[in-house]
């Protein structure tokens, strides 16, 4: 079974210091590892994805996610926050047999503080 | 830039109602899906749809749920009889082509708030 799990439910950090928002996955097979982002009132957003070549992957509004198969973790950072990252933030899996199948973590609450 | 987008942005209704929330999602795709999220919370999924037929549903969507594409580009879900536990944010999504390398990503609309009395 495919699964991903985020077990802080809330992260808090200084504006302007780097943040690491945590995930870690269980599949069976190669993963295909996403993360969005849910600004309050909107939909989710695509922010970045692993599939396969460079465990560091770099996405939109300066976030990366480092891949470590060692210790399947995903985990999503950024080197200095901002006010506005402040979000609900969402890791997830795609299904090793059923690629169509997205399996959605408990979602993280970033706040950034001034 | 292509968007999904749903109707209503935001529904009330009296319990045991029918309630169909609307979708058009992103022309060249062709996997869509229906989330919901209660409270901001936790993102459940509840149905896949594929060549006009559902593809995979969770046990959340029962018989009172039903999905379909009438006319080619919307693609509505359907809530016969709504509850109190039904007050949620409904999520469309649809997702972009491809496979292996160039698996593809979920793109949701703004969502559609529903709100059961």
């Known amino acids: 079974a495919q699964s991903v799990a985020q077990p802080e439910d809330q992260v808090n950090v200084a504006e302007g210091n780097p943040l690491t928002v945590k995930c870690t996955y269980s599949?069976?097979?190669?993963?295909?590892l996403f993360w969005y982002v849910q600004y309050p009132n909107r939909g989710l957003q695509f922010l970045l994805k692993?599939?396969?070549?460079?465990?560091l992957v770099k996405g939109s509004y300066g976030f990366e996610a480092e891949f470590n198969k060692s210790q399947t973790s995903f985990h999503l950072k950024k080197p200095s926050a901002l006010v506005s990252d402040s979000a609900l933030y969402f890791c997830?899996?795609?299904?090793?047999?059923?690629?169509?199948?997205?399996?959605f973590g408990s979602g993280t609450k970033l706040n950034v503080k001034p | 830039e292509p968007e999904v987008t749903q109707t209503p942005s935001h529904q009330v209704t009296q319990m045991g109602q029918e309630v169909i929330l609307r979708c058009v999602p992103i022309?060249?795709?062709?996997?869509f899906y229906w989330y919901r999220q209660i409270l901001g919370q936790k993102v459940e999924f509840l149905v896949s749809?594929?060549?006009?037929?559902?593809?995979?549903k969770s046990e959340i969507f029962d018989d009172q749920f039903s999905v379909e594409r009438p006319d080619g580009s919307n693609f509505t879900l359907k809530i016969r009889s709504t509850k109190l536990e039904d007050s949620a944010m409904y999520f469309c999504?649809?997702?972009?082509?491809?496979?292996?390398?160039?698996?593809?990503?979920?793109?949701f609309g703004e969502g559609s708030r529903l709100t059961v009395l």
């Open positions: 997830a899996v795609r299904g090793v047999y059923n690629f169509n199948k997205f399996y």
């Open positions: 599949v069976s097979g190669n993963p295909y």
């Open positions: 692993y599939i396969t070549g460079d465990n």
């Open positions: 022309s060249n795709h062709l996997y």
């Open positions: 749809f594929y060549n006009n037929e559902i593809s995979e």
């Open positions: 999504a649809s997702l972009t082509p491809g496979t292996g390398p160039n698996t593809g990503e979920l793109f």
